[in-house]
């Protein structure tokens, strides 16, 4: 299993990053999918869950409204739309795989950095 | 939301000691839903326990998982210098998932 992320950097608050994620290694379609985020020096925080076949979609309310998750199956890639950043928005963002139903992350993407600074 | 408490927030250890680490639930927890995982600096997390007992694929074990309701346990038996670290437990229901703020392990 693969995962890897791309698509952070620098934006300024109220803008938007789109994040993607490229799996590999596994039936992609098949498999549920989720962000999970690092602010500097802080702990782990869920952001973002899709089912398998696109239409079920979870948030954590913290980004409820402002984050769209989203996957092309096709492609096996999951996105991460991000819409009117907040400075708390910082973070590294992880692509993760979560074993379903037990809800456990068994596969990583090395995560990718997200500023949001004037 | 169920918050998960983790304690202590650090411990200080030799090699070779064992570590006991705590994760309460604010709310009864089906340990099917309760995973724990290490992190060191500059990495993803690693999963390492999940179904509250069970050692991941490739996991040491030194490292076992206890606890049932509010209250799981990870345990190390003798640390080795690699397991200095990061720890995290992870709860999942009602399609929320929620983290525990992590216990530092460090080398006294």
């Known amino acids: 299993v693969q995962l890897l992320e791309s698509g952070g950097g620098l934006v300024q608050p109220g803008g938007s990053l789109r994040l993607s994620c490229a799996a590999s290694?596994?039936?992609?379609?098949?498999?549920?999918m989720s962000w999970v985020r690092q602010a500097p020096g802080k702990g782990l925080e869920w952001v973002s869950s899709?089912?398998?076949?696109?239409?079920?979609?979870y948030y954590a309310d913290s980004v409820k409204g402002r984050f769209t998750i989203s996957r092309d199956n096709a492609k096996n890639t999951v996105y991460l739309q991000m819409n009117s950043l907040r400075a708390e928005d910082t973070a590294v963002y992880y692509c993760?795989?979560?074993?379903?139903?037990?809800?456990?992350?068994?596969?990583w993407g090395q995560g990718t950095l997200v500023t949001v600074s004037s | 939301e169920i918050v998960l408490t983790q304690s202590p927030g650090t411990l200080s250890l030799s090699p070779g000691e064992r570590a006991t680490l705590s994760c309460r639930a604010s709310q009864s927890v089906s340990s099917t839903f309760l995973a724990w995982y290490q992190q060191k600096p500059g990495q993803a997390p690693r999963l390492l326990i999940y179904?509250?007992?069970s050692r991941a694929t490739g996991i040491p074990d030194r490292f076992s998982g206890s606890g049932s309701g509010t209250d799981f346990t990870l345990t190390i038996s003798r640390l080795e210098p690699e397991d200095f670290a990061v720890y995290y437990c992870q709860q999942y229901g009602s399609l929320l998932w929620t983290f525990g703020q992590g216990t530092k392990v460090e080398i006294k």
């Open positions: 179904g509250a007992s």
């Open positions: 290694g596994f039936s992609f379609g098949t498999f549920a």
């Open positions: 899709i089912s398998g076949s696109g239409g079920g979609t």
């Open positions: 993760a795989k979560p074993h379903l139903p037990s809800g456990y992350f068994d596969d």
